[in-house]
């Protein structure tokens, strides 16, 4: 744990059963973002082949949303339970790090996303002309932009520690008034890291909403055909909502009370303040995941395809290890198993057969038979008093389509 002081910096500073209630809340939240931003890689992974080039900032998005809920929660629920930061200094830096690279990686990529939306439906000329390529290198530049900022505490500029209610790292929000480099860093950080993407955001999502409205045209180049321009229209608004309500929700807490740590008096600020707002920004991990698996049609339309691929096939091996079972128990009647009634014509019924996965020795059998055997539909016939049986297909012409 290191010297006193640095363990007296790193116990918690808020009461042991808001700690409880925050270590609960990491909990439901990293178990929810593991579920929620791996099914939406395993479907990208899925879909890898029809990915479109925008759709690499939402792989992207949930690559660094997963990275931060991997990275951070492990060491932050077990502190929080335990009412005390429970690594050294060098995990609280790693901690610290960790969070700025994969939390600005995030709100980078929101932004990114919105010009690229922006592009496609307000200046589709140049949209259409979106490629691989640019998807790729404005990847590559998300990471490179974060990572600045994230390197800067390391080297020099700005300084990582404790947060004030001392059962997680970030950065140091005490040093700027003690450190005009610190202060520099701060200032940078709110201006690059909030004003300019927040405006962005609210920038592009409305000239999105203006273009939809007053030109279905540009809407019609970007959907499928198949599509009503109303639907279009209502669903760029519903993403367009919910991007820019997760990111207010999820940061503005946080960089609200940061800056009044900053560049007010640190000791003004209650410790359960921070917690709540880290509450909150670790909480966007989760947003993404619902947003685009629930408003993105197609990453829906594949979601659906592949759990019933999955129920397909655990019923498959359901039924092949109950027939093996059965086959090995009662070999001569395995195929009244599969065809365990006739009708009163000798017409076998499959109606205990699974459909998903017929039993293999009938289907085996059934196929070698089916040349020798000719099933006959039979009508009984009343005459007077006299009942008679004759084959179908040798009533009349106009008998025969009055019974069938």
């Known amino acids: 744990m290191g010297n006193a002081s640095e363990t007296f910096l790193l116990m918690s500073s808020i009461s042991k059963d808001n700690d409880i209630l925050m270590g609960t809340l990491y909990t439901i939240f990293g178990v929810l973002s593991v579920l929620g931003n791996g099914i939406l890689l395993f479907v990208a992974y899925r879909k890898k082949s029809s990915l479109k080039p925008a759709e690499f900032f939402v792989v992207n998005l949930a690559i660094s949303d997963l990275s931060m809920t991997i990275t951070l929660f492990p060491l932050a629920i077990p502190s929080a339970y335990a009412h005390m930061w429970l690594f050294n200094k060098m995990a609280c830096t790693i901690y610290a790090f960790c969070g700025v690279l994969f939390g600005l990686s995030s709100?980078?990529?929101?932004?990114?996303?919105?010009?690229?939306?922006?592009?496609?439906?307000?200046?589709?000329?140049?949209?259409?002309?979106?490629?691989?390529?640019?998807?790729?290198?404005?990847?590559?530049?998300?990471?490179?932009?974060?990572?600045?900022?994230?390197?800067?505490?390391?080297?020099?500029?700005?300084?990582?520690?404790?947060?004030?209610?001392?059962?997680?790292?970030?950065?140091?929000?005490?040093?700027?008034?003690?450190?005009?480099?610190?202060?520099?860093?701060?200032?940078?950080?709110?201006?690059?890291?909030?004003?300019?993407?927040?405006?962005?955001?609210?920038?592009?999502?409305?000239?999105?909403?203006?273009?939809?409205?007053?030109?279905?045209?540009?809407?019609?180049?970007?959907?499928?055909?198949?599509?009503?321009?109303?639907?279009?229209?209502?669903?760029?608004?519903?993403?367009?909502?919910?991007?820019?309500?997760g990111f207010l929700t999820a940061w503005s807490p946080y960089a609200i009370v940061s800056m009044w740590a900053a560049f007010g008096n640190p000791g003004n600020v209650p410790p359960m303040a921070f917690a709540l707002a880290a509450i909150f920004a670790k909480s966007s991990t989760l947003y993404n995941p619902i947003v685009y698996l629930v408003f993105k049609p197609n990453f829906r339309k594949f979601l659906c395809r592949d759990v019933a691929q999955c129920r397909r096939s655990l019923c498959g091996c359901l039924c092949q290890h109950s027939s093996a079972q059965k086959g090995t128990s009662k070999k001569p009647h395995s195929n009244e198993e599969c065809n365990s009634t006739r009708q009163s014509n000798g017409l076998p019924e499959n109606h205990r057969t699974c459909r998903h996965c017929p039993c293999p020795e009938s289907v085996s059998g059934a196929r070698e038979k089916l040349t020798d055997y000719s099933p006959q539909q039979t009508a009984r016939i009343l005459q007077g008093s006299v009942h008679s049986e004759v084959a179908v297909s040798q009533l009349s012409n106009e008998m025969q389509s009055d019974f069938l």
């Open 107 to 245: 709100l980078t990529n929101l932004t990114v996303l919105s010009c690229v939306c922006w592009l496609k439906v307000c200046c589709p000329n140049y949209g259409n002309k979106f490629t691989y390529c640019h998807a790729g290198l404005l990847v590559a530049g998300v990471w490179c932009y974060a990572g600045v900022f994230a390197v800067g505490p390391l080297s020099g500029w700005g300084e990582y520690g404790a947060e004030p209610y001392g059962t997680a790292c970030c950065i140091n929000w005490h040093a700027p008034s003690q450190n005009a480099a610190a202060m520099s860093y701060i200032i940078c950080l709110f201006f690059f890291c909030y004003i300019v993407p927040c405006t962005v955001i609210f920038l592009s999502y409305t000239f999105i909403l203006l273009t939809v409205r007053g030109s279905r045209q540009a809407v019609q180049q970007h959907m499928s055909p198949q599509n009503k321009i109303t639907n279009a229209h209502a669903l760029i608004i519903k993403l367009s909502v919910a991007v820019c309500i």
